[in-house]
Nanobody
Framework: QVQLVESGGGLVQPGGSLRLSCAASGKILKLYTTAWYRQAPGKQRYLVARITSSRSTNYADSVKGRFTISRDNDKNTVYLQMNSLKPEDTAVYYC???????????WGQGTQVTVSS
């Protein structure tokens, strides 16, 4: 049974940075494509960044150039470095395995990111 634990969220001013972590148990992340998703209040959850088993990465246009996804195989953890944060980045951020555009594991609790002055 896979368990995903997201952390690193918080309140940050516009232009600031945060690094989110996604620690997994029950699955070896380097064997899968892993993605970060976000869900703002009243909106659907959508994928913002993914990293494949071979470390290829893809980003949503809204975060391209500002966010970087990475993976530490020894720690079985995926990260999301978020720079130049904007108020519209405010959301709960989740990680999950991803296959053909679909999440494949049970969701964790997510981590709240709030960008506000």
């Amino acid at each position: 049974q896979v368990q995903l634990v997201e952390s690193g969220g918080g309140l940050v001013q516009p232009g600031g940075s945060l690094r989110l972590s996604c620690a997994a148990s029950g699955k070896i992340l380097k064997l899968y494509t892993t993605a970060w998703y976000r869900q703002a209040p009243g909106k659907q959850r959508y994928l913002v960044a993914r990293i494949t088993s071979s470390r290829s990465t893809n980003y949503a246009d809204s975060v391209k150039g500002r966010f970087t996804i990475s993976r530490d195989n020894d720690k079985n953890t995926v990260y999301l470095q978020m720079n130049s944060l904007k108020p519209e980045d405010t959301a709960v951020y989740y990680c999950n395995g991803e296959s053909w555009g679909t999440s494949i594991w049970p969701w964790g609790q997510g981590t709240q990111v709030t960008v506000s002055s």
